[in-house]
């Protein structure tokens, strides 16, 4: 079974400044995929960014960006330029793969990080 | 671009009523996932569904069951509610991994949640 850890349960940062979140997790997979997800005070889950495990290249998405380290496995989330509304929840998830279908592809979820962005 | 539908959006029921929960995936996404999260914690997997036929359960009750129909929209049934049902209910859709080159491959996309309240 596979575990995720936000060992950050609240952080804020002030508007146009820089936050890393942290993201720790176990797994015997080879193949997988993680992602972080948005959820602010509405609750919708919004996708911000994912990584697949086999690439060695960081995804970046405009102000989002990670730090993959595999052999540690770690998977932090970098947020440039903050904004007032990227405050909200961050959830950090992982996915094992497999090759044919969708079965067994369900998320597992850290405990998440409370991110206040302050003006 | 449409997105995950998920009705109703809020339910009220008493205990040991029952709850029918739907969700219609994105166009052309054959895979059905459903979590539930309670005050506070973070989404847990509940049961997904790959081409009508249930793929994965997860810690679904057994006064739950769900189903996927021909349309591939899914509908999560609920009975003997408890207080403890209480949270919101997410539905998530991905596309097929055959369709290597489709966007959002390997990744879910999250309804806006329906939230369940049990009196």
């Known amino acids: 079974a596979q575990t995720v850890t936000q060992s950050q349960p609240e952080m804020s940062v002030q508007e146009a400044e820089t936050v890393t979140l942290s993201c720790t997790y176990d797994t015997s997979e080879s193949n997988y995929y993680l992602f972080w997800y948005k959820q602010p005070p509405s609750r919708q889950m919004i996708l911000v960014i994912r990584q697949e495990a086999y690439k060695q290249q960081n995804a970046t998405e405009n102000r989002f960006s990670v730090n993959f380290q595999k052999a540690a496995k770690s998977f932090s989330l970098k947020i440039s330029d903050s904004q007032l509304g990227d405050t909200a929840m961050y959830f950090c998830a992982f996915m094992k793969t497999l090759m044919n279908n969708n079965a067994g592809n369900m998320l597992t979820f850290g405990g998440g990080t409370r991110l206040m962005v302050k003006p | 671009a449409a997105g995950v539908i998920q009705s109703p959006r809020h339910l009220i029921k008493e205990k040991r009523e029952t709850a029918t929960l739907k969700c219609y995936p994105i166009?052309?996404?054959?895979?059905v996932y459903w979590y539930q999260q309670g005050p506070g914690q973070d989404p847990q997997f509940l049961i997904s569904?790959?081409?009508?036929?249930?793929?994965d359960k997860g810690s679904i009750p057994d006064r739950f069951s769900a189903q996927q129909f021909s349309d591939y929209h899914s509908e999560l049934n609920m009975s003997s509610l408890e207080l403890g049902d209480s949270a919101l209910y997410f539905c998530?859709?991905?596309?097929?991994?055959?369709?290597?080159?489709?966007?959002?491959?390997?990744?879910?996309?999250f309804g806006p949640g329906t939230r369940l309240t049990v009196l």
């Open positions: 569904f790959y081409e009508k036929m249930q793929s």
């Open positions: 998530a859709s991905s596309p097929p991994r055959e369709l290597k080159d489709y966007p959002g491959t390997d990744t879910q996309y």
């Open positions: 166009p052309r996404h054959d895979t």
